[in-house]
């Protein structure tokens, strides 16, 4: 199945974005421009099929509901990375660092609606994210694309996806919504992510353990990197 996705960002979410992705107050006004823009650019879009497991050979082929199992794409659509390319052409480097926070922030935003929208299909609840090139293995890809026919998706021999903000992962799916993808924190290992959420719970000693988990997991897994981004250090000085 496949449906559009109607995304946007609220005056709240841009003074977020100022503060996780360190902007300066100053920089509101061009932020929004730029969020404005790829929110009017973007064309994004959830692919999901329900799907069985072949026992015999490992593969993913469509099933029945009961199965209660799915394979999902998601994507914000090519003329986001066309937007991005342009600004880069044109050296504002500020203006694409923009686009990519705001990119970051919608394609988790589409994880929401796209989690609705199963839910409206369904009457169950995405779980989690097993990621292509975390949890499944890349070897996967093919089988998932053949499943789920994506027309504005595709991927290389190296299986890097087109549009770049794209995201393949399967997930199981549950009765009650506590039981959600609300928990996806618990599952990454990236302390310092600046979208992490907590539970408020943790002693001082806990929270300095983090810290050092943090310095020697600098990089996210292949989908949490694709859902919250990571600040590449070639833009820390475009300011």
Not at 195 to 208: K, M, P, Q
């Amino acid at each position: 199945m496949r449906e559009k996705l109607q995304l946007y960002l609220q005056e709240k979410q841009y003074k977020d974005i100022l503060a996780r992705y360190h902007f300066e107050e100053h920089d509101l006004e061009l932020l929004k421009q730029v969020g404005g823009l790829v929110e009017k650019k973007i064309s994004p879009t959830v692919y999901y099929e329900v799907f069985v497991q072949d026992e015999e050979n490992g593969e993913v082929c469509s099933g029945k509901l009961s199965s209660e199992r799915l394979a999902v794409i998601v994507t914000l659509g090519i003329e986001m990375d066309e937007l991005q390319n342009r600004y880069m052409h044109k050296e504002r480097l500020s203006e694409s660092y923009m686009a990519e926070c705001v990119g970051m922030e919608l394609l988790r935003a589409a994880y929401e609606q796209a989690a609705e929208r199963i839910h409206a299909h369904t009457g169950k609840w995405v779980s989690d994210f097993q990621f292509v090139g975390d949890k499944i293995p890349f070897s996967r890809m093919e089988e998932i694309f053949r499943l789920l026919a994506p027309q504005e998706v595709s991927y290389n021999q190296a299986y890097m996806l087109t549009p770049k903000k794209t995201v393949v992962f399967l997930t199981a799916l549950c009765e009650e919504r506590k039981n959600s993808y609300c928990h996806v924190c618990a599952d990454c290992g990236y302390m310092a992510c600046p979208s992490r959420v907590t539970d408020g719970e943790h002693n001082t000693a806990e929270l300095g353990d983090m810290q050092r988990i943090a310095e020697l997991n600098r990089n996210l897994t292949y989908g949490y990197q694709k859902i919250f981004g990571k600040k590449d250090d070639k833009y820390k000085d475009v300011r």
